[in-house]
């Protein structure tokens, strides 16, 4: 697909078509030399503020956040060099251990119930019909919502005595737990309440089953094919690229969630109650580390190991995916 | 796909329609409920905020007047106004031109570089949250509203990608006459590039007001003092001071929820064409 859109200004200075691309006064090879010349300079002008931005503010911070995790810097005082302290208190710091935990059952059960969600979602929407696109702004409205926001709704509504669901709940008969104060069921009610926002994904996958050749289907159907078999052989092979995306955006997302738990239990020391250790994410802890008790050169060292749990993973479903991931005009 | 219902045997395929339906609606009271809860309960009296009922027993509107006598409230709108358009104004802008750079230009060292493009939206924002912080830090910064929206005069990765997914799409001959007619790339990017993908840099713009109207992040990080307080951090504090370990006064909470969020409903509304195409296109093409 690169090769067919992407713009071929002249590759050789040499071309006749060049030059007259290039405008009368670039008539000889040694003019249209400098015009290409100047338009190089032009390009990185255009592309100048991206090379400034990723210098200035995240090749140079990384590279300052590296040497930064072999000190004691806590943006106040003098700084030490401690070698590999930081490093060796992330394996004995339980908090570490704990908090990496929490987060990778977060986006365990998270990321699969989300993306199984969604994918029904979606296809109960594309089979309304003409009012789809009601129901798909619908679904849409809680990502506007701010994760604070989001937050607070966990808080009020998942409340074990109070709530709405729990109080939903009990007209089946269903006793519901604690759900914002038991350290068992506060991961589950914030997965819950992460199904809320997924309407992001939901049109992601309603544009792409929408994009399934629908003869693809009627083959299927010739052949004999139940729903289940055309699901099975036609959509998900169809749209196994998009699913791929949502898996490694959705997972990258889980494994930093911050707001809506960092809203609801932490932040003052009347609101961090005892609950909250169970929704010690990883990020809320590097961030209690680096802003609240200014260990800088600590969290530094958190980030990085996060940098790389994030990374292995992520080319561990690249990988697994690749086995699944159809595309069209196959094998690349 | 209209097919599968379609079939001769139309008596079940009305009964399996029906069922559809009824579970698209539900689905719809699960995402509208907690809206109408909240509305709901920002409206009551303290005590009867969990009472459950659709409808106030006592309609109280004094919780929003309460909400902003105690609170400065009108700053952080204010605050948060500033900070969404400056950080939309400014990403729009910047990562339009750099994406016009990498879709028009071919020079030396392209790929690789859009490749480090891609790969920084890969990368995870909690890991330069730290390193960001002393960048600011060291400019005498970090105590300020400029964190929040500065970083975006350099572009961002993923405006950056879908703008030059638009910008290839623009026929090749175009800018080739208007070169032939003397104009500057300045001008091909500004008179013609950037009006013809008007719609894109729209999609770009509203996705980062919401992005930029909902962040707590960034305001926990660098807004010490409440006067500088956008609505998402004053929402924190408003959760901090009425709610749980604090005066349990759950209806302000409420109230104060709403006026966040109501903003990006109206926003939502007014632009949904727009939201959804951008995201749909995000799929298909990532």
Known sequence: MQSVLTPKPPRSSKSGRTARAQGPATGTPKAAGSARRREIWAAYGFISPWIVGFVVFTAGPMLASLVLSFTDYDAIGSTHNVGFANYQQLFEDPQVAKSLMNTLIFAVLRVPLAMAF??????????????????????????????????????????????????????????????????????????????????????????????????LYEAAELDGAGRWTSFRHVTLPQISGTLFFTLIVNTIASLQTFTEAYTAFFGTATTQSYSSDAALFYVVYLFQQAFQYMHMGYASALAWLLFLVILVITIIQAKVSKRFVYYEGDQR | MTQLTMRPDTKEGTAKRALRVVGVLLASVVFLYPFVWLISASLKPSTDVFDNALIPHVVQWSNYQELWNALPLFTWIGNSVLVTLAAAVTVTVSSAIVAFGFAYFRFPGRDALFALVIGTMMLPAAVTMVPQYMVWNWLHLASSQVPLWAPNLFGSAFYIFLLRQFFLGL???????????????????????????????????????????????????????????????????????????GEMRWEIVCAASVVVTVPMIIAFFVCQRHFTQGIATTGSKG
């Open chain 2, 171 to 245: 026929p090749r001959e175009l800018f080739e006459a208007a070169r032939v007619d003397g104009a500057g790339y300045w001008t091909l990017f500004w008179r013609i590039a950037a009006p013809l993908c008007r719609p894109a840099l729209i999609v770009t713009f509203i996705f980062e007001v919401q992005a930029s109207w909902t962040d707590l992040v960034r305001p926990l990080i660098y807004l010490r003092d409440p006067q500088l307080y956008t609505v998402p951090r004053g929402l924190k504090a408003v959760l901090d001071q009425f709610g749980d370990g």
């Open chain 1, 118 to 215: 969604a994918l029904v979602l979606a296809m109960l929407l594309l089979k309304v019909g003409r009012t789809a696109g009601l129901f798909r702004t619908v679904f849409y409205l809680p990502v506007m919502t701010p994760p604070v926001a989001v937050g607070i709704l966990f808080l009020l509504l998942f409340n074990g005595n109070v709530g709405l669901i729990n109080h939903v709940l009990g007209f089946f008969g269903i006793e519901g737990p604690s759900w914002t104060t038991d350290s068992f069921w506060v991961k589950p009610g914030l997965v819950l309440t992460s199904l809320w926002s997924v309407g992001s994904t939901v049109v992601i996958y309603f544009a792409a089953l929408r994009s399934v050749p629908k003869d």
